[in-house]
T-cell receptor, first 115, second 115 residues
């Protein structure tokens, strides 16, 4: 069965420090992987995706993510955190061969950046 | 600007009442989705539609109904059969569900509560 795990409910980082939000996945075939961000009482905003090619993907607002096939991970990273990065982050996966075309979502990780 | 509009932003339901949440998109997307978001949980798929006049149940369709009479519109009705409707409801669209590499675009949600 397809699944996504975000092992940390909350991540606390000091402003200016690097941040990592973890995501691991399980699919039977090749994955499409996505990161989204949600601010309070708002919808989700797309940050970045991995489809194929370079394992390091760059996205919006200075975020990047590294696809690691052997570890089935797709961790979100940013070299220097901003207070405005504080939000809820979701990882999602879709199996390339899945005919249902549905995204499987992680439970979300709350990122808190302290000044 | 293109986007997804959900209305109303807040909605209150009385016991035994059906309520309808509106979702309109002007992105010319074929696929549309309804998700339910509860605190501490990821997004759960209620219904999705890949094309006009066709839709499929998601993981938690019981107590909900949808229609897709126009490409731009995908309203969700929360029926009285849904005994725990209090949640944040998110509508999304994408460029054809079969094109799995395309991200989903989200509206800003409707928060439904029971009176």
């Amino acid at each position: 069965a397809q699944s996504v795990a975000q092992p940390e409910d909350q991540v606390n980082v000091a402003e200016g420090n690097p941040l990592t939000v973890k995501c691991t996945y399980s699919v039977s075939g090749n994955p499409y992987l996505f990161w989204y961000v949600q601010y309070p009482n708002r919808g989700l905003q797309f940050l970045l995706k991995y489809i194929t090619g370079d394992n390091l993907v760059k996205g919006s607002y200075g975020f990047e993510a590294e696809f690691n096939k052997s570890q089935t991970s797709f961790h979100l990273k940013k070299p220097s955190a901003l207070v405005s990065d504080s939000a809820l982050y979701f990882c999602a996966v879709r199996d390339y061969m899945d005919s249902n075309y549905q995204l499987i979502w992680g439970a979300g990780t709350k990122l808190i950046i302290k000044p | 600007d293109g986007g997804i509009t959900q209305s109303p932003k807040y909605l209150f339901r009385k016991e035994g009442q059906n309520v309808t949440l509106s979702c309109e998109q002007n992105l010319n997307h074929d696929a549309m989705y309804w998700y339910r978001q509860d605190p501490g949980q990821g997004l759960r798929l209620i219904y999705y539609s890949q094309i006009v006049n066709d839709f499929q149940k998601g993981d938690i369709a019981e107590g909900y109904s949808v229609s897709r009479e126009k490409k731009e519109s995908f309203p969700l009705t929360v029926t009285s059969a849904q005994k725990n409707p209090t949640a944040f409801y998110l509508c999304a669209s994408s460029e054809g569900a079969e094109r799995g590499g395309k991200p989903q675009h989200f509206g800003d949600g409707t928060r439904l509560s029971i009176l």
